[in-house]
């Protein structure tokens, strides 16, 4: 069975400095794992997917890691803004879980101004 | 490209009555999942439907949750008899297949009174 997990729950720090974002999952096979951002009361966006054969993709001030072997991704966001402030979520797809996607518990970040 | 559309946005049911959610998936895509969310919890599987089958339905609760995604038209998250505890954000996700990049729609906040 797979199980995602998120470390740390919350987060907080000051704006401009880079927030680090941890993802852990049992089970390595998996097909790809995605990172969504929450706002309170609202649905998911997709921020990043890397695919089971990426070390690692980037968006803008986005980049994620995946070490597939050691069951690890990281989130790393440069020059962290105000509205960076939401929760993170980190989900993994995998033959382990049926295909669907399990999620980790979310990181919420406060970035103070 | 529209995106997951889900609706309605806000749902007020009082005890004992009938909830049905909407998801209509993303032009294109196939697979469609359930999630759903408590107040400040983490996002839990429910059910995943291709069209006209479920494929896993691990998550739902054995009694009074049904689900369905038919040849036409969206697919429909049933619960019927609502109980305070149902009470919940639920979430609904599309791909085009059942490794691709899930999408997920603003959900619908059920509230039993």
């Known amino acids: 069975k797979q199980e995602v997990t998120q470390i740390p729950a919350a987060l907080s720090v000051p704006e401009g400095e880079n927030l680090v974002l941890n993802c852990s999952f049992t089970?390595?096979?998996?097909?790809?794992l995605q990172w969504f951002r929450q706002d309170p009361g609202k649905g998911l966006t997709s921020l990043l997917l890397i695919q089971s054969s990426q070390r690692e993709q980037t968006s803008g001030r986005l980049n994620a890691s995946l070490d597939k072997s050691s069951g690890r991704s990281t989130l790393y966001i440069a020059a962290s803004q105000p509205g960076d402030s939401a929760t993170y979520l980190c989900?993994?797809?995998?033959?382990?879980?049926?295909?669907?996607?399990?999620f980790g518990g979310g990181t919420r970040v406060l970035v103070k101004p | 490209n529209a995106g997951v559309m889900q609706n309605p946005r806000h749902l007020v049911r009082r005890r004992g009555q009938e909830a049905r959610l909407r998801c209509s998936p993303m032009k294109g895509h196939s697979h469609v999942y359930w999630y759903r969310q408590l107040p400040e919890e983490g996002l839990k599987f429910m059910v995943y439907l291709q069209k006209e089958n479920i494929i896993d339905e691990s998550g739902m609760p054995k009694e009074r949750f049904s689900a369905e995604f038919p040849k036409e038209g969206p697919s429909i998250l049933r619960i019927q008899q609502v109980v305070r505890g149902d009470s919940a954000a639920y979430f609904c996700?599309?791909?085009?297949?059942?490794?691709?990049?899930?999408?997920f729609g603003q959900g619908t906040r059920l509230t039993v009174v």
């Open positions: 089970d390595s096979a998996i097909y790809n």
């Open positions: 996700a599309s791909s085009a297949s059942d490794t691709r990049e899930a999408f």
């Open positions: 989900a993994v797809r995998g033959s382990a879980a049926g295909n669907k996607l399990t």
